[in-house]
């Protein structure tokens, strides 16, 4: 089956900077669009970041400047370089991606376990 497996959480002061990764495995054909979602308490899970195959991005206004999404096909991951950060930042970061099974032959949406950010003042 599909996975993706997120890592580099963790606590770190404002100003200061995270870069999250995203690793997509199991009976994959091939790997669309993918995205990074963020969830802080009391809030709805907002998109922050989006990437396509051919390497288009799209980022909300809240993070525009200070955040970078970039991948690598040949690993089949997704990178998130978050500079800057400020406290409103911190939430549960997850991974999604459009991604065609191999062993289903079928499409679906992936998400990953998510991983905390928490931004201090």
């Known amino acids: 089956q599909v996975q993706l497996v997120e890592s580099g959480g963790g606590l770190v002061q404002a100003g200061g900077s995270l870069r999250l990764s995203c690793a997509a495995s199991?009976?994959?054909?091939?790997?669309?669009?993918m995205h990074w979602y963020r969830q802080a308490p009391g809030k709805q899970r907002e998109l922050v970041a989006t990437?396509?195959?051919?390497?288009?991005?799209n980022y909300a206004d809240s993070v525009k400047g200070r955040f970078t999404i970039s991948r690598d096909n040949a690993k089949n991951t997704a990178y998130l370089q978050m500079n800057s950060l400020k406290p409103e930042d911190t939430a549960v970061y997850y991974c999604?991606?459009?991604?065609?099974?191999?062993?289903?032959?079928?499409?679906?949406?992936?998400w990953g376990q998510g991983t905390q950010v928490t931004v201090s003042s």
């Open positions: 990437i396509t195959s051919d390497g288009s991005t």
């Open positions: 999604n991606a459009n991604i065609y099974s191999a062993y289903s032959r079928a499409f679906g949406f992936y």
């Open positions: 199991g009976s994959i054909f091939s790997v669309n669009v």
